[in-house]
């Protein structure tokens, strides 16, 4: 069985990832990593401990890997110390600027250890990134619109940018400076909408002569992520560099 820790077990994704891991046959869920829940309780429904620190997890849970699912502030020096102290991080948070991408990509390198980073787990999702990529070699004129619930704090989304980037590499441009219509990224024109009503949303329209194509992706439930998530979480176990999205790792 493959021990799991999940940072971030308050939140509404973090709360389905524990019942996730517990009720998985495949995984042992050794401990969550999260400073205030700590300071109530020293385990989760009396079973699972709370930990406070990177350090204290690592020793004294062991986990094979950690399930990161907290925010823009914490999920890159959470990232880092996991990778520091012998733990394969994957990651769902969005947040990652493209210099920590890169640093967290050298240590794990250094160290040997794998690393994924989904910003959205659907496996939905990751296979609009491919297709949005082979689409922009034979229309390279198009544009990403992403929406998403009115509590998510950062924006772009972090399966915006990785769409993005994924399109230049495909179609290998250098970015364009930003002209009013949104947020560019790798020279792809990102909008972004914030809603209440909506959960996770993505639009990547390609315009050509005279045609339009759409590709497009809805989540309606977090549950949508639940199954990209247990095949990162085993796959990483194979893996001794970072993987930058979950279309990498789903053929």
Same mark, same amino acid.
């Given at each position: ?6 940072? $971030?077990? *308050?939140?509404?994704? $973090? ?8 009720? $998985? %046959?495949? +995984?042992?869920?050794? $401990?969550?990593?999260? *400073? ?13 401990? /709370? @930990? ?23 999920? @890159? ?44 787990? =659907? ?7 491919? +297709? ?5 070699? @034979? ?12 509590? %998510? ?15 230049? !590499? ?29 959960? =996770? ?17 809805? =989540? +309606?439930?977090?549950?949508? @992520?639940? =199954? ?6 085993? !796959? ?6 970072? /993987?930058?999205?979950?279309? %990498? /790792?789903?053929?």
């Amino acid at each position: 069985m493959i021990r799991v820790a999940v940072a $971030g077990p *308050r939140g509404r994704m $973090g709360a389905l990832a524990v019942e996730t891991m517990i009720t $998985g %046959k495949d +995984f042992l869920l050794v $401990g969550v990593l999260d *400073r205030k829940m700590a300071e109530k309780a020293d385990t989760l429904a009396g079973a699972v401990p /709370i @930990y406070t620190d990177m350090a204290t997890l690592a020793q004294e849970a062991q986990p094979d890997v950690l399930v990161e699912l907290t925010n823009h502030e914490s999920v @890159y020096p959470h990232t880092r110390d996991a990778i520091l102290n012998g733990i394969r991080p994957v990651v769902g948070t969005s947040g990652l600027k493209e210099e920590q991408i890169t640093r967290l990509s050298e240590l794990a390198s250094e160290h040997k250890i794998g690393c994924i980073l989904a910003p959205n787990f =659907s496996v939905g999702a990751a296979l609009l990134m491919k +297709f949005a990529a082979m689409a922009v070699k @034979y229309m390279p004129e198009a544009e990403i619109i992403e929406m998403h619930h009115d509590g %998510k704090k950062d924006f772009p989304s972090g399966t915006a940018a990785l769409t993005a980037r994924m399109m230049a !590499d495909s179609k290998g441009t250098e970015p364009n400076q930003p002209d009013g219509r949104g947020t560019d990224i790798s020279g792809v024109p990102v909008h972004s909408v914030r809603l209440p009503g909506l959960l =996770s949303h993505q639009e990547v329209l390609f315009g050509g002569d005279g045609q339009l194509l759409t590709l497009r992706h809805d =989540s +309606f439930s977090r549950q949508s @992520y639940m =199954s990209g998530m247990t095949l990162a979480v085993k !796959d990483v176990m194979n893996r001794d560099r970072l /993987i930058d999205g979950l279309d %990498k /790792i789903i053929g």
